[in-house]
């Protein structure tokens, strides 16, 4: 599977009020290093899949205010910096394989 394709493939199953980094998703799909790349591949993102729940690696939208709104109707509250609370609201590594599996996609 290209790299394009895994990238979207994870974005897909971020569950709602969570998100991931840039670099979360290269790690996760074993790109360690990649973190552009997947900002690239996510200008490809189907529009269906929740685009809106990659954000930088310290929290902050890259899509502005259409992004953080989205974020908020899902729960997620912002600091006074405008970034998500990573810590509370991450989707860590283990947990992703555990929501992939869970669907039968690992």
């Known amino acids: 599977m290209g790299f394009f394709k895994r990238v979207h493939k994870v974005v897909s199953y971020i569950p709602e009020g ?3 980094s840039y670099g979360d998703i290269a790690d996760f ?3 360690p290093g990649k ?4 900002g690239f591949a996510m200008k490809f993102c189907p529009n269906e899949y929740p685009w809106h729940r990659v954000v930088k690696k310290d929290g902050r939208p890259t899509m502005g205010d259409m992004q953080a709104m989205i974020l908020r109707k899902e729960g997620i509250t912002f600091n006074e910096m405008g970034c998500v609370d990573m810590d509370k609201y991450k989707v860590h590594p283990t947990e992703m394989h555990l929501i992939m599996e869970a669907s039968g996609e690992e």
């Open 18 to 20: 969570r998100v991931m």
């Open 29 to 31: 799909i074993n790109e």
């Open 35 to 38: 973190a552009k790349f997947v």
